[in-house]
């Protein structure tokens, strides 16, 4: 159940950048696809999450308004918009399906969070955010 994420790159603060997920070996249908970041410096953190049963989508606060992911069911992929880049989502994105979308109150920040169900992640790629 691994997903493969496209590769990331370079984009300037303020930019955008658009990643994708996706497989050859399965359909995505009926399953949630979750994203992560991931900073050497700290701990996995969830940030968005699309359900295919029913289109709906979570965020966590931190990208909220930012990121907006969307789905081609053409061609088995999930896309993941990132608008108005900070240095701070200068990490490490990964993909994994999942049973559901979880959304909780951490902190007094939202978040999202993967269950315990959820599937192995992709090999992860590497967005900078630079000028």
């Known amino acids: 159940l691994q997903l493969v994420e496209s590769v990331g790159g370079q984009v300037q603060p303020g930019g955008s950048l658009r990643l994708s997920c996706t497989t050859s070996?399965?359909?995505?249908?009926?399953?949630?696809i979750f994203w992560s970041r991931q900073d050497p410096r700290k701990a996995f953190e969830g940030i968005s999450c699309?359900?295919?049963?029913?289109?709906?989508?979570s965020y966590s606060d931190y990208v909220k308004g930012r990121f907006t992911l969307s789905r081609d069911n053409a061609k088995n992929t999930v896309y993941l918009q990132m608008n108005n880049r900070k240095t701070t989502d200068t990490v490490v994105y990964s993909c994994?399906?999942?049973?559901?979308?979880?959304?909780?109150?951490?902190?007094?920040?939202?978040?999202?969070?993967?269950?315990?169900?959820?599937?192995?992640w992709g090999q992860g790629t590497q967005v900078t955010v630079d000028s």
């Open positions: 699309i359900d295919t049963r029913d289109e709906s989508t």
């Open positions: 994994a399906t999942d049973m559901i979308c979880a959304w909780s109150v951490i902190a007094g920040q939202g978040h999202v969070l993967p269950s315990s169900q959820h599937g192995p």
């Open positions: 070996k399965f359909s995505l249908d009926g399953y949630a």
